[in-house]
């Protein structure tokens, strides 16, 4: 007994997921695929493993700390488990698929192994599913996949979602705009990071003005587009309010219902994002339901264009509704294969008995079904 | 380009899958899994990497060469990604399973790492599905699941599946059975393997008539049946052979279109099995789709009687028909989200324009989609 539970440990932050939970599961994340497949976003499946040098190369770096490693005894070179399949689509598409027309539409789904666990998710081992739009600047890009993130929610049955959408780009945009200098510029910065409107308006000038009326503009998004207006911002942040104002009403036009907030001051967890980015929510329930927005495709400044996001399975689970337990039908022994078949195609889970039975009824209670095939019929077991 | 070029470079045996392969990948997976949960069998997900005490204790220990090993930091113990999926899913059925109520059906898809690919299977990523009837000694099992072997490969659109079924214990049997020295077992061991008729015989005794007999009588199974019926065997050998027969009955009564074989002297491959076990192929396909047979859950003698068979994706995927090319609706700008979320509903995958365009139809083809929606109306993008 002693070894049979020794072999049932399991490393810290990895699990087996057992009965109903794994179906669900899997379900779930076709379900979604489904719907990032029906907007025609195609497939792709990369490596659960790659060449270290590959896979932590460029905006890879910033996973490096998270990331397993292991000896490759044939090529004799350093190999890395996957921390994220997001750079993994995006060097997909800029190479093997590079001659493919742009816009390129990509969705991927599979598990991501990472060194430690956070906080707020312990698990080592989660699952992914995502999309990416890659080489498209318009914001129709953005609002296109903030929809389907929306809509592939509401299709597995995620209620109270709501988006909050930032851009990392903007805070940096009005202090350069400024020529502010770099202390300055890292004292609002770490303000602004804890929305301390006292510590950004000491700060004083017309940055400090400018940085408050954008922290005082957080919140919902036809509010905020309206106070974001009102403030005369330098030429570039300028350009990314205008570009944020035309996703926004996009999005609203398309899903008037949905939750929208904008955050114009936040930018953690975006450092690899370059415009409009957004995270998802469902009230009530802890954690992000999963995060995007705008990069290059390839890393640096000469990169495509591309938009995306990736969903957290492991939240997305907690938001949907528990399924109810599927029926089962027992068959005793001596029922007709056609029969099975039939019962199956009608939707049917059929356990079948492998030997003759006093009590067949007992029998297929003990296995849990909640009906039995007996005289040609179907009848509840119980 | 030269580091495009080389971020582009995968170590060998480890591929990029790309659009319409993927999906159609994930589509066979799923069916496949969809046909062992309509016939009882539950969805267990078991972690990527484990333990290596764990993962490549018992019977694991046979893929300690295949298997790839990495540092856990935390816990400062060596663990091992999974290079098979079968001993997981015997692990979770004898430990946190152990008190559901038995026979236990599971079921399993996941992906799975080796260090070395081998000449028939070069890949060392490759997806396995399959599943485990847990706690059965009765033929009825073994019939069971080479019948829903079968069921799962048509359901998905294999043709021309043949199964040959093997009994690995028979030969031991016999040997044992008739108190052969260990030198004449291993003698007649290797002429077996090599299916060498002529030195079967220059063994002599009544152990090489009864191996001469059974190599005869490898071919169709009610012919085989019907030859090993006539054949003295030792009393253990002989339990084994009226429980193929019964076996090979419930098969045939099931699937008489089933091309069935028996190769009562074959056991390469089955070192871990005891008692019927099979391999299935397409004919005209390259390699196995897949293989399973009897063994002991939990390993050893004392393990619980278990049958179950995986289905190795890449070979399944080459018996099967390729997916017909999905049509695809090209959206303008301006579409109506309904018009957009009933198309899709309607089954259409819908590629949406992202700006106003001058010539739509061009843009749709561009897209590669096969129709465009103008005027409240779908038309051929040609």
């Known amino acids: 007994m002693t070894e049979t539970m020794n072999r049932a440990l399991l490393p810290a932050g990895l699990h087996d997921v057992l009965p109903r939970e794994a179906a669900f599961e899997a379900t779930i994340v076709e379900r979604l695929?489904?719907?990032?497949?029906?907007n025609g976003f195609e497939r792709v499946k990369p490596p659960l493993i790659e060449f270290e040098a590959s896979l932590l190369s460029g905006p890879g770096a910033a996973m490096a700390t998270q990331t397993f490693r292991l000896m490759d005894p044939i090529s004799q070179r350093m190999l890395a488990i996957r921390p994220d399949m997001t750079l993994q689509v995006a060097r997909i598409a800029v190479t093997r698929l590079a001659n493919e027309p742009r816009p390129l539409r990509l969705s991927y789904g599979g598990q991501v192994l990472r060194v430690k666990g956070s906080q707020l998710r312990p698990e080592r081992q989660f699952g992914q599913v995502g999309v990416e739009l890659i080489g498209a600047l318009q914001p129709t890009a953005d609002a296109e996949v903030v929809l389907l993130a929306y809509a592939a929610l509401k299709a597995v049955g995620a209620a109270n979602i709501s988006v909050d959408l930032n851009v990392p780009t903007l805070v940096p945009s009005v202090c350069r705009g400024l020529d502010l200098p770099e202390d300055e510029t890292a004292r609002l910065r770490q303000a602004l990071d804890r929305k301390d409107a006292a510590e950004v308006a000491a700060v004083g000038g017309r940055a400090a003005d400018l940085l408050a009326g954008?922290?005082?503009?957080?919140?919902?998004?036809?509010?905020?587009?309206?106070?974001?207006?009102g403030l005369d911002l330098p030429e570039e942040a300028e350009a990314d309010r205008r570009r944020l104002t035309e996703v926004v009403r996009l999005i609203r036009d398309a899903a008037p219902e949905l939750m929208l907030t904008v955050d114009p001051v936040e930018h953690r967890g975006f450092e690899y994002q370059t415009g409009t980015s957004f995270t998802l929510f469902s009230r009530g329930v802890r954690g992000e339901l999963g995060r995007g927005g705008r990069y290059r495709a390839g890393g640096g400044p000469s990169g495509e264009p591309s938009t995306g996001f990736t969903l957290y399975l492991d939240t997305v689970l907690r938001a949907v509704p528990d399924p109810a337990p599927a029926p089962r039908l027992f068959l005793p022994i001596g029922t007709d294969a056609a029969d099975g078949a039939r019962l199956r195609s009608e939707g049917w889970i059929t356990v079948r008995a492998l030997e003759a039975l006093d009590d067949p009824a007992a029998e297929a209670r003990r296995l849990r079904c909640t009906h039995i095939f007996t005289g040609g019929q179907v009848h509840p077991a119980a």
């Open 214 to 229: 954008m922290m005082g503009a957080s919140g919902p998004a036809d509010r905020a587009v309206e106070l974001l207006a």
């Open 33 to 38: 695929m489904a719907e990032f497949a029906l």
